[in-house]
């Protein structure tokens, strides 16, 4: 069965003792709360990455946000596409995930797709970045070799067409990992593509690979991983568009999406709220939909933002789970 893993940032928490009345006030004794506090079995697992979290704080992680499942760690390759090089070694990448007490990571790679600057990036940058993602997909090996790390490694396949994501995966294939994780595109022909080449190296081993694909969790390509046999992959999309979406941001099992209102834009106070004609009426069962009824569909301020969120991630798992049973 397909895993679904959560990206995860600092950022998304709620706080515990926050009412309607409090609007965008906040107490100074009030405590963080996460979306496994609520649904403590909801999520197959987390992905924290390590632009998203210090050194320091990842020793720590685990008991600060009271996560005991699944941990997925990436470098966070997004974050730095824009550099020449990433920003840290494979060494302290490691020992992040080692600190944290992570059960994966991935090894450290670079984007190696044209739309990472404007104007795209020319075929030899793209080349020297695959090369780039490669040695250092050597190198981590190497270091979990020697140092015994207590995770399993990830090797993250680049590419930015098929036949690039090909000569990738064949290269991870031979140096020896059993589990590798696709970097995501924009286009889910493309990533089908990257798939398929992925799919073609790993049939030629002589051991069973597993395949995680990453960033991308579009509704439409949830068939195509559970038929093709997808191990896992990550998206926080439905979750993160409750706030960053213009215009969807209040999710539903069936695929509707509804705009939530901009109270800060046209000035409402609490108590107007009530004459506001909403898009949709609130039957969802999870406990955010529950606590704030229709207020869930009103764009203001953190805690009703960040709640909205984690009534979509909720969603999202009742249409995941709707393919995964089929
Ligand atoms: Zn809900």
């Known amino acids: 069965m397909v895993r679904y893993f959560l990206p995860w940032w600092p950022s998304d928490y709620i706080w515990k003792e926050w009412r309607i009345d409090d609007d965008m006030t906040k107490q100074p004794h009030w405590s963080k709360a996460y979306l496994w506090d609520y649904l403590p079995d909801l999520l197959d697992g987390i992905l924290v990455s390590r632009m998203a979290v210090s050194l320091r704080k990842v020793k720590t992680l685990r008991q600060d946000i009271r996560y005991s499942g699944t941990i997925l760690g990436d470098s966070g390759a997004h974050s730095y596409r824009a550099f020449d090089q990433p920003p840290f070694s494979c060494q302290d990448l490691l020992d992040f995930y080692a600190q944290g007490q992570f059960n994966y990571g ?26 780039l993602t490669l040695t250092n997909a050597e190198i981590c ?40 994780a696709i970097a995501g595109q924009r286009k889910l022909s493309l ?3 990257a798939i398929r080449a992925t799919q073609a190296e790993i049939c ?3 051991r069973p690979i597993k395949i995680h694909v990453l960033g991308t969790g579009n509704p439409h ?5 559970v038929e093709q046999g997808i191990d896992s992959f990550d998206s926080s999309t439905w ?28 000035g409402l106070g609490p108590l107007d709220v009530d004459s506001l004609e909403w898009a949709t009426s609130i039957t969802c069962p ?8 229709q207020q869930i569909l009103l764009f203001r301020g953190h805690e009703r933002n960040t709640r909205r969120g ?4 909720y969603q999202y798992y009742q249409l995941l789970n709707a393919h995964r049973t089929l």
């Open 106 to 131: 991935m090894t450290l790679d670079m984007v190696a797709s044209p739309w990472v600057r404007p104007g795209g990036l020319p075929s030899n940058e793209l080349e020297r970045r695959l090369q």
């Open 141 to 180: 090996l190497e270091l979990c070799d020697r140092y015994q790390y207590p995770f399993q490694l990830l090797g993250v396949v680049q590419g930015w067409d098929a036949e690039s994501y090909q000569r990738c995966a064949r290269a991870l294939v031979q140096m020896g990992f059993e589990y590798v």
């Open 191 to 193: 990533i089908k593509d």
């Open 204 to 206: 030629n081993a002589d």
């Open 221 to 225: 390509i949830l068939p195509y991983y």
């Open 239 to 266: 979750l993160r568009k409750a706030w960053l979406d213009n215009r969807y941001n209040y999710f539903d099992v069936s695929g509707n999406c509804h705009t939530a209102h901009r109270a800060t834009r046209i």
């Open 286 to 293: 999870c406990p955010f939909s529950q606590d704030l009824g």
């Open 310 to 313: 984690f009534h979509n991630v």
